[in-house]
C-alpha cells in the first residue's frame, strides 16, 4: 500500500552507496541546469544525445535499482505516451506559398515540393465512431520528438537530483548561488529557509494522502456502484479532509518552530559533507571539466 514509498519521485533516499551522492551539490545543479536549458532550441541530434547521456548516468551512478528504475521507466512511459500524441495528431495545415514570378520564367523549378507524409492510417471505424484518418508527416515527427526528449530530460535529472541530495545541502547550494542578492537587501537567508520547510514538509503531505486512500480502501468503497453525484461529492470530502490535515500539521510545525524560539537557521552553517572531503575532490574537477566541455559541444553541435 506504500506506493509513494516505492515511487520517490522528488523525495531524498538516503544512504551511502553511488558517486553522485559524493558530488558537489553546486555541480549537481549545475548539470540540471545544462539538461533544462540546453534543449531549448537544439537539434534533434542533441536532443537525443542527452536522453541516451541521461541513461548512461543512471546507469552507471551505482545507484541501488530499486531507488531509480521505477520512477525511471514511469518517466520514460510517459514521454513515450505524450511523443505518440504528439505524432497522431494533426499539427496545422502549412501555409501555401505562391511565387511571384511566372511558373514560365522558372523551367526548372517543379511544382509542389517533396512529399511530407510518412505514414497514413485510417479512416478507422469503431462502431459509430470513424478515426482518422491519422496522418505522420516531418513535422510532427519532429513535434513528438521534442515533447518526448524534453518531458523525459527535465523530470528525469531534476529527479536523479533530489533522490541523491538532501534537503539541506539543496538549500545551502540555492543560497551560495543567491549570495550577491544579499547586496540588493533581498532576505536570501529566509527565503532559503522557507524553501527548507517546505521541501520537508512535502513527504508530510503526500503520508497524509496516502493515508486517506488507505482509508478509503479499507472501507471497500466501490465508486463504480456510487454514481456520479456521490463520487463528486465523496472527491470533495476527500479533498477537504486532505486540505484541513495539512493546515494542522502546518499549524503544528508552525508551534514548534516558535517553540523553540522561532529563530532562522543559519545556513551558512550547513556545508554539505562533500566540500570537505578531500577524497572526491577529483570527481568534482572531472564533473566541472565534463561540464564545460558539454556547454562548448553544444554552442558548436546543438543546431544539429
Known amino acids: 500500500m506504500d506506493w509513494l514509498r516505492k515511487i520517490p519521485i522528488g523525495q531524498y533516499v538516503a544512504g551511502n552507496s553511488g558517486w553522485l551522492r559524493n558530488l558537489d551539490p553546486r555541480l549537481k545543479m549545475g548539470w540540471v541546469v545544462m539538461f533544462l536549458l540546453t534543449p531549448v532550441l537544439a537539434g534533434p541530434i542533441w536532443r537525443i544525445g542527452l536522453v541516451a ?115 539541506e545541502d539543496l538549500v545551502w547550494t540555492m543560497r551560495w548561488f543567491m549570495t550577491p542578492l544579499v547586496i540588493l537587501g533581498i532576505p536570501v537567508d529566509r527565503i532559503c529557509f522557507q524553501l527548507l520547510l517546505s521541501l520537508r514538509f512535502l513527504p508530510l503531505v503526500q503520508e497524509e494522502f496516502q493515508n486517506l486512500v488507505r482509508s478509503l480502501a479499507t472501507r471497500a468503497v466501490n465508486i463504480r456502484k456510487l454514481g456520479l453525484k456521490i463520487t463528486l461529492g465523496l472527491v470533495l470530502s476527500v479533498a477537504e479532509r486532505l486540505l484541513a490535515n495539512i493546515l494542522l500539521r502546518a499549524e503544528q510545525g508552525a508551534d514548534a518552530l516558535v517553540a523553540r524560539g522561532g529563530l532562522l537557521l543559519r545556513l551558512g552553517s550547513l556545508k554539505p559533507k562533500s566540500t570537505l572531503n578531500e577524497r572526491v575532490s577529483f570527481l568534482n574537477m572531472g564533473s566541472a571539466v565534463l561540464l564545460v566541455v558539454v556547454l562548448s559541444m553544444r554552442g558548436k553541435y546543438g543546431a544539429l
Open 53 to 167: 547521456g541521461l541513461c548512461f548516468l543512471t546507469l552507471f551512478s551505482w545507484l541501488p535499482l530499486r531507488v531509480w528504475w521505477r520512477s525511471f521507466c514511469l518517466v520514460l512511459i510517459l514521454a513515450i505516451l505524450v511523443g505518440l500524441l504528439a505524432m497522431f495528431l494533426p499539427t496545422g495545415e502549412t501555409s501555401a506559398a505562391f511565387s511571384v514570378r511566372s511558373s514560365y520564367e522558372l523551367p526548372n523549378a517543379f511544382v509542389g515540393g517533396p512529399s511530407w507524409n510518412l505514414f497514413k492510417l485510417g479512416p478507422l471505424h469503431l462502431g459509430p465512431m470513424v478515426v482518422g484518418p491519422l496522418e505522420v508527416d516531418r513535422r510532427s515527427v519532429e513535434l513528438a520528438l521534442n515533447t518526448s526528449t524534453l518531458i523525459f530530460t527535465v523530470i528525469h535529472s531534476v529527479n536523479l537530483m533530489l533522490l541523491t541530495t538532501s534537503p
